[in-house]
């Protein structure tokens, strides 16, 4: 049976990379060891660390002041380490609340005691739409503007033609980072973690510009939960998680030779579309989100009748379509497509989704 | 060729659990998924958490108001947890300064302005024996006193008859956990990476009495930062690293099977001595640590030249016996051997140095 997996996260890694980590688990004829039991203080595991380094500021075109950092803790420890390296002028920073995601960080950096303002939200309507900045917006009340690219629970995504033009900005790509385009250098912090776009749960990217965080007061601060300890001793202050970065190296070498973001961005737009445009002529099924703010990497959709909704999600596991149900704050379905999805992956679901509709209607 | 990694970290897993990880890693016949690829929120790595934390409850033999909790960021994170979290009443902890590791939390609990004394310290004679609390110790004056069980550099440890009588104690046992007996009920803190004896880099346990975190006000936190965030959201309040807890899982099962850990400590006392036996009777080489403080884990040794010791390092690892040369710090050798290292390892090796000797003296 052909399955296919389409958790939020962790996800599935592209085939050819599960091939290789299957091949190199078994001790390396040269070092004697498996990738599992290297020191982190060999030239084996600099390599990779350089190599990952290297692709990630190749792959997302960013100049030399951009500082790459490998780091622990989920997203969800950015959610606090930014407001702690990055609001230490203003003590104030401003959220764009576009879902649960971009929700949390609010009470981190509260807790924090950095004043939080959110110029806009959706959460009345259950974060259906993308709120924006208002026009008469004055970014310089502020540390930092912080938004979520793409909303993993919801479905939305600020592509790159609503990214707003601020004099700080941070996002949390977690869930479309490498999968589409951006202008990154718009971004003076970014950060992902690696289990939906770059490999396995148990690594973070976070990728800051050296010369705004040159113009913080991070005395206050303990070795590890500043920045420049990450970006001073190459992400190995502590022991990293060698194996987590030994993935994501895999990982961003198959996006370099899928064609870098641009490949990625063709397959996952045809992808999407596909998904979107068989919801759209549904007659059974509908998608929950419209027009240009939908998200390529999760498509969210329902047929109207949560009961039903987990039946069918439940029924399609068992047919090989893994982890359809969408998040329980917001029900339906929920299809992630990130970037090591195949495209038969959408194909199939269709033709599944087919059936199912065809099924009940005939009911 | 035969090969041993002597690392101190990270280090071998046990043959077995290598096995067992190259067996599991294709994709499950039940999920259709490799454990790369799993959603923590599965009933699957639900089991492995809850096994983890039963395995270990049962080897520490623990009481049920120890709360087993999976960190990031390595023991280098807890030197700032543990004050965060432990030190909020008298805002004054007492160190013993019996290392580098056990040198660097003072200075990470100073930048989170607590005030760190330090009893007890050899640095000046760089660490070649353990410092120990005068008669006269008070420790109603701290919140708590700080110890590493074992000197992973320097070769050194507080055996269970050495651990102190003190109100609260916090011991890093990062190099030692589960490779020798204690009462583990006299610590009110452990915490370990896992790279040494558990595991994989990307995964630190922590042990807490949640009586005494009770105690403390925690109200100046972030939810990443406390430890209880971490027990009430069963280590999952961001994604955890859910391949390093499997590896976890699997060498608990290990150990369970070994014996647990009068079964490792029968074994890794039988490797050390025949080692320290060795080093004691040779005219060429001499170990660095005499007596009751000697390290099962760490032993540490020279030939009394440096640059002598680092081409005999070199050259070992030419004939299969890897990371022997020791930490910057100390010089010399150091052979690291875990529970994973098996004591053929330590007879290889000794037939090897005697080797190296006989070379030596007939030059």
Chains 1, 2 share one sequence.
Do not use: C
Request: no cysteine; glycine share 6%; aromatic share 10%.
């Amino acid at each position: 049976m052909t399955t296919y997996n389409f958790s939020a996260g962790p996800s599935s890694l592209p085939t050819e990379v599960m091939t290789q980590i299957t091949q190199e688990l078994t001790k390396n004829q040269a070092t004697h060891m498996s990738i599992l039991e290297i020191s982190h203080r060999t030239p084996q595991f600099e390599n990779i660390l350089d190599e990952a380094k290297a692709s990630l500021k190749s792959l997302l075109d960013l100049p030399d002041n951009y500082k790459v950092m490998f780091l622990s803790g989920g997203g969800t420890t950015q959610f606090e380490m930014v407001p702690m390296n990055l609001a230490t002028r203003l003590k104030k920073i401003a959220i764009l609340d576009s879902g649960n995601f971009a929700h949390k960080p609010i009470g981190a950096a509260e807790a924090l005691n950095v004043t939080v303002d959110v110029p806009g939200t959706t959460r009345s309507i259950k974060y259906r739409e993308l709120p924006h900045l208002p026009a008469q917006f004055d970014d310089t009340q502020y540390d930092y503007v912080h938004l979520v690219t793409n909303n993993t629970i919801e479905g939305t995504t600020y592509h790159q033609e609503d990214i707003p033009d601020v004099q700080h900005l941070v996002a949390d790509m977690s869930s479309n980072i490498l999968a589409e385009p951006y202008d990154f250098k718009k971004f003076d912090l970014i950060f992902a973690g690696a289990q939906k776009n770059l490999g396995i749960a148990g690594i973070t990217l976070a990728i800051v510009n050296q010369d705004w965080l040159d113009e913080q007061d991070l005395s206050h601060l303990a070795p590890m939960q500043k920045y420049q300890t990450a970006i001073d001793k190459d992400s190995m202050y502590n022991t990293p998680p060698v194996f987590a970065i030994y993935v994501l190296n895999l990982v961003l070498k198959w996006i370099e030779q899928s064609g870098g973001i641009a490949g990625l961005y063709e397959k996952n737009q045809r992808k999407a579309h596909k998904l979107y445009d068989y919801l759209d002529h549904s007659s059974f099924f509908d998608a929950m989100v419209t027009g240009k703010e939908r998200s390529l990497t999760n498509v969210v959709f329902t047929s109207g009748d949560a009961k039903r909704d987990a039946q069918i999600a439940q029924k399609a596991s068992q047919a090989g379509f893994y982890n359809l149900a969408g998040h329980r704050s917001v029900g339906g379905f929920r299809a992630s497509l990130y970037n090591a999805q195949p495209e038969q992956a959408v194909d199939d679901l269709i033709a599944y989704l087919k059936n199912v509709e065809m099924e009940y209607l005939n009911d």
